[in-house]
């Protein structure tokens, strides 16, 4: 989870707005109480990564807070006027950020805060001190209600971590604050199963189909038996993680093997 200022948004009314500058919007229920979906896309090359997945999954979303959001043409629209306004260098990459609720949709973007990083920093990773709720009926859906995410990323980060893992009430490994996981033995890919409360995010979706990723539940005591571990979000794509907890672990040929295809992917050339 980064908190990032955004640096230009344009609300449901086609307004832009420079960075400091008032937008009017609803005081509706997502301002209110969270009850809104978003997304955050990356921009790379002047081109939206995975812009399909990431409307398929608003929109479901939506449908579960019962939100009746705009079609994906007018949503596309909102975020190409946006950007058009916006008038982005096609050199950097940035995150664009599609913000709805019941009565306002919101388009933002600020750089890409993965954009520096080298393709072998690792991540740190430490353990949330909230569990997560796999119960929920929000944990599957990337809502305005964020609070857990951005506290346990602050307390990480004061640890001297970059992010942290969640648990769920059963012990279960789910995900980061803001990022899937993948587990890696014998070359084989696994994740943590949906059911164990995770947010299932467009590039995992991706690796699942791509290599029939298994999904199951893991615990911390099956941490050793990993040969390698990587993180994934729109924003970094695929990152290794190189310390979970008291775990260690190597930047293996399996994960750089498909940070590659993802920089392809991203790139427009897969």
């Not at 944990?139 to 001297?160: C, F, M, P, V, W």
């Not at 791509?210 to 099956?222: I, K, L, M, N, V």
Request: aromatic share 8%.
């Amino acid at each position: 989870m980064t908190e990032d200022k955004d640096n230009g948004m344009t609300n449901s009314n086609g307004t832009p707005g420079g960075e400091g500058t008032a937008v009017t919007f609803a005081l509706d229920e997502g301002y209110q109480f969270g009850l809104g979906v978003f997304e955050t896309i990356n921009l790379t090359g002047g081109r939206l990564v995975m812009l399909d997945r990431h409307l398929d999954r608003l929109r479901r979303g939506a449908r579960a807070l019962d939100i009746d959001a705009p079609d994906d043409d007018t949503l596309r629209a909102h975020i190409a006027e946006h950007l058009d306004a916006a008038e982005l260098p096609d050199g950097r990459s940035f995150a664009v950020k599609l913000m709805v609720s019941s009565a306002n949709v919101i388009v933002t973007h600020r750089p890409n805060p993965y954009a520096d990083w080298a393709q072998d920093r690792g991540l740190r990773l430490g353990w949330c001190r909230a569990w997560r709720n796999e119960c929920s009926p929000l944990t599957a859906h990337k809502t305005l209600n964020q609070g857990d995410n951005i506290l346990e990323s602050r307390s990480a980060r004061r640890l001297g971590f970059d992010s942290a893992v969640y648990l769920n009430t059963r012990g279960d490994i789910c995900e980061t604050t803001n990022a899937n996981l993948f587990f890696v033995r014998d070359g084989r890919l696994y994740t943590p199963d949906e059911r164990c409360g995770l947010l299932p995010g467009t590039v995992r979706a991706w690796l699942c189909e791509r290599y029939e990723a298994e999904q199951g539940t893991f615990r911390q005591d099956s941490l050793d038996s990993w040969d390698e571990v990587f993180a994934t979000n729109a924003l970094m794509g695929v990152r290794p993680v190189v310390e979970l907890g008291d775990a260690g672990y190597g930047i293996g040929p399996v994960t750089r093997a498909i940070q590659r295809e993802y920089r392809r992917l991203e790139l427009g050339i897969l």
